[in-house]
């Protein structure tokens, strides 16, 4: 069982820049791939970025490219998500989830999901 853990949401103003973490316990996390999924309220949850187990090939929502940045460290057992330009519109909750070498933008093969890190931009 892999046990993930988000932190580092909060509250930013539009055009700012903020980072989460997700801490990876449990598993053998240089064979899983990382996604970060958000869900503003009353909408679904949506694909974010992923990683590949390498750290190789990320992959990006069109909403967030060029914003957002995906990376993971190995060693630490973390994955992170740096944002920045961030707009109202970017405001959920966000999670982490992984899934043995996979990497897509499909939530589904996602076996392992943290609790969620709320991400508030204000306009």
């Known amino acids: 069982q892999v046990q993930l853990v988000e932190s580092g949401g909060g509250l930013v103003q539009a055009g700012g820049s903020l980072s989460v973490s997700c801490a990876a316990s449990g598993g053998t996390f240089s064979t899983y791939g990382m996604g970060w999924f958000r869900q503003a309220p009353g909408k679904e949850r949506e694909f974010v970025a992923a990683i590949m187990w390498s750290g190789s090939t990320p992959d990006y929502n069109d909403s967030v490219k060029g914003r957002f940045t995906i990376s993971r460290d190995n060693a630490k057992n973390t994955v992170y998500l740096r944002m920045k330009s961030l707009k109202p519109e970017d405001t959920a909750v966000y999670y982490c989830?992984?899934?043995?070498?996979?990497?897509?933008?499909?939530?589904?093969?996602?076996?392992?999901w943290g609790q969620g890190t709320q991400v508030t931009v204000s306009s």
């Open positions: 989830a992984a899934a043995k070498f996979y990497s897509g933008r499909y939530s589904g093969n996602y076996a392992y």
